[in-house]
């Protein structure tokens, strides 16, 4: 896909002021489409997952949620930031969301206009398949280990402040999206 068939999937590309940045993390999303097969025509029937029976929700729309649940709460939030002294970096929350899962393009095939688990998906999840695709793609460190530990992999790993942010609201959405919020 070109780049900007990838930014019209993923508006919020355009949020990444630094235009370096930018480009680079629109290369890793086209990398990894490459990787997996994926394209224009495929790519909307690309899953979230596909461990949950019965889950309607595309890749595509809960990268779009993710990305703009933390686009919307950084900016609410972005006073006590600045008001603790804490520097959060826009530019990478918006990048690790829009990125995070992109390992997940590789953990899934399009085989006769269905999505399947690939060979690779045993042997790679999608937090470290992303995580090398990434950091091929030439993204820094912050943006690789945001990617590396997102999911479960990161529950003992130092989280930078932005990889935390965008890992509680990928869980809060993924949460939402497929396996709706269960009462306590």
Not at 32 to 44: F, P, T
Not at 108 to 134: Q, T, W
């Amino acid at each position: 896909m070109t780049h900007e068939q990838i930014q019209k999937l993923f508006p919020a590309f355009s949020e990444i002021k630094d235009g370096e940045l930018r480009g680079k993390s629109l290369a890793a999303m086209d990398l990894a489409m490459k990787k997996g097969g994926w394209n224009e025509d495929n790519i909307h029937i690309c899953p979230v997952t596909l461990n949950w029976k019965g889950c309607d929700v595309s890749w595509v729309e809960h990268v779009n949620d993710v990305t703009n649940v933390c686009m919307l709460n950084f900016d609410a939030l972005e006073k006590y930031y600045r008001r603790h002294n804490v520097e959060v970096s826009r530019d990478v929350v918006i990048a690790g969301a829009l990125l995070h899962d992109i390992g997940k393009l590789t953990e899934f095939v399009c085989v006769d206009g269905k999505a399947i688990h690939s060979e690779n998906y045993e042997l790679m999840r999608h937090p470290l398949s992303g995580a090398v695709i990434a950091a091929e793609a030439g993204l820094p460190d912050i943006i690789v280990h945001l990617i590396a530990t997102h999911s479960f992999e990161g529950d003992k790993s130092f989280q930078t402040v932005e990889s935390n942010f965008v890992r509680t609201m990928d869980i809060f959405v993924f949460n939402c999206s497929v396996k709706g919020l269960e009462r306590r």
